[in-house]
């Protein structure tokens, strides 16, 4: 009889008890017997399963097998997040960088998918320097990347600023080996925060460079504005001088003080609507502001005197340096008079005004005087006047820049080709204007 319950066991209910407790008992000792999971098996024994004898080094093989699995997922694992950590330990900071190119065979500085543009050739050596990622090569937004001055198909520089991300202790030496001949980085240095090329500029200086015979005097007997002319024959013209070969030409001091009295006309503020390409007369964008404007310097080199106008202004628009230089040059000739220059500031048509070849235009300086008076200073930055630089980039210029423009002219004869369609162009007011090959990259092209 159970201790004080209210209820009874029938001797069947207590039997069944008996066998279920016998049940149990005999499948814990069949357990215990007959192991049969890697974990039960005692390592020290050998078991005897259906008269087959099975040693246990299968299960501490597994279990080594198990074992080193964990060990190299734990070393990947670590390794992949070193790299990651390697990834985010890069720290990007503001760096301005100088570099010089020779336009030729090139369509202009700023990118342009399917074409060959100097700013390509700059991002790719990047991306094989290890200095950015695939990502950031494809978008070149994502390292803040500017350009000081967006300079036109053939044109050179001599000296460009981009400005960009890098990481630190970023080397030239390890980009110029990813670069063509053609373009060169001069040096890279750490500028503020809130940096930018474009912005933070306040001037730029433009050289032009060209063949002193392009200021003789035309023989008025010869001359027809408007008009088609016979190129061959008027090459053949061209080529005598005084009765000498055009290469023999040199700039009198007297026809120096001419030219640089023609180029003092544009300083100042004025509009240049006629001096770029559909920008209308009331555009605000057609007033400019030059500071300078004089032929700095005539040289000779490979028997060619060469005359190097330099111009100095806040910023330029599409052509405007070159159809600059066409009007200089027609006034320099006696084709057309000084006043030429205020008809084209003043008068609401177009005009019909020729456009120099890009071989002799190039960026000279980029100028970043307030900045540099500023944080130049201040310890932590440096100026941008980049004189540390200077033997380096006037070799680059001399062995590059010149050499390719003198070779050009040689071979190609550029200016004496030009001066001969010069009478084409009427220098007054036309309804229709023929269109630039250049036209094609923009309306209007800010090379700054």
């Known amino acids: 009889m159970l201790y004080r319950t209210n209820y009874s066991l029938s001797s069947k209910s207590i039997n069944w ?26 390592t020290g024994d050998v078991n005897t399963i259906h008269g087959t004898k099975r040693s246990i ?3 501490s093989e597994n279990e080594a097998k198990v074992q080193k699995t964990e060990e190299e997922t734990v070393q990947v694992t670590t390794v992949q997040a070193t790299e990651m950590e390697t990834v985010q330990r890069i720290k990007r900071k503001n760096h301005a960088m100088l570099l ?20 390509e050739d700059l991002i790719t050596a990047l991306l094989k320097a290890d ?14 990347f500017q350009r000081a001055a967006r300079t036109d198909k053939g044109v050179s520089a001599i000296r460009q600023i981009v400005s960009l991300k890098l990481p630190e202790n970023s080397n030239k030496t390890t980009i110029n080996q990813f670069l063509p001949d053609a373009i060169r ?41 408007g008009e088609e002319v016979d190129e061959d024959e008027r090459i053949k013209q061209l080529s005598i001088i005084d009765g000498k070969p055009y290469t023999d030409y040199r700039l009198s001091p007297e026809s120096l003080d001419k030219l640089n ?43 060619i005197e060469l005359a190097v106008l330099e111009i100095k202004g806040q910023s ?65 930055h440096e100026t941008l006047d980049w004189k540390e630089c200077e033997e380096e980039v006037e070799k680059f210029q001399k ?34 204007l023929p269109v630039e090959d250049d036209e094609k990259q923009e309306a209007v092209h800010n090379d700054v």
């Open 316 to 380: 330029f628009m599409l052509h405007q340096i070159r159809k600059m230089v066409a009007i200089v040059v027609a006034i320099a000739r006696n084709m057309i008079c000084k006043e030429t220059i205020d008809e084209a500031f003043k008068t609401m048509d177009k005009m019909d005004l020729p456009l120099a070849p890009s071989l002799g235009l190039c960026l000279c300086h980029v100028h970043y005087d307030n900045y540099s008076k500023r944080y130049g200073t201040d310890g932590l």
């Open 131 to 144: 200095l950015i990622t695939k990502e950031q090569f494809e978008n070149i937004r994502a390292i803040n």
């Open 261 to 303: 009295s023609i180029l003092k006309l544009f300083e100042g503020s004025h509009n240049f609507h006629n001096f770029t390409s559909k920008v209308k007369p009331l555009d605000p964008r057609a007033r400019r502001y030059i500071i300078s404007f004089c032929c700095m310097e005539t040289f000779v080199l490979n028997d």
């Open 100 to 119: 010089g190119y020779v336009g030729k065979d090139y369509y202009g500085m700023q990118r342009n998918p399917g074409m060959k543009t100097i700013e």
């Open 17 to 42: 008890v008996k066998i279920q407790l016998e049940n149990i008992y005999r499948r814990a000792s069949s357990v215990t017997m007959h192991p049969t999971t890697d974990s039960e098996v005692n």
């Open 57 to 59: 080094d299968d299960g």
């Open 185 to 225: 980085v001069f040096g890279i240095k750490r500028v503020t925060k809130g940096f930018n090329s474009k912005n933070k500029c306040d001037a730029r200086t433009y050289r032009y460079i060209i063949p002193s015979y392009a200021f003789a005097l035309e023989d008025q007997s010869l001359l027809k504005l």
């Open 399 to 432: 062995t590059y820049i010149l050499q390719h423009m003198i070779d050009t002219e040689i071979s190609e004869q550029t200016t004496l080709k030009w001066l001969a369609g010069l009478p084409f162009y009427s220098f007054n007011n036309r309804d229709m």
